[in-house]
């Protein structure tokens, strides 16, 4: 894959992953053909920054956590109103990074599947 194309990729949507993960996904996109390396443009990725505005306004019903496809967990929140709001809190400074996360293994299981 051109060296460019993996760079251009990875300032685009740098925010949507941690920094330690860059480089297994920078390494990742180098193996990849030029065929693969445009099918993954199509994989949907979370915005940290929507996941805690997300968080913000609606966190104490549990809607971040049934978007990050942690069911139980946001019945939970909606059960109890997250928490009487003490989990809210708590997610609304741990909600990017567990976006990030979910990002990650998203596109690490994209790329189990190409290889």
Known sequence: MDK???DLF???K???FAAEHLPYIRERLMQLTDEQFHSINGVELMDPTVMLLVSIFGGYLGID????GDIPMGALKLITAGGCGIWTVI???QIQDKARQKNFETIAQYFSILS
């Open 4 to 6: 460019q194309m993996v």
């Open 10 to 12: 990875l300032v685009m």
């Open 14 to 16: 740098q925010k949507y």
């Open 65 to 68: 956590r049934f978007l990050l």
């Open 91 to 93: 997610d609304w400074f």
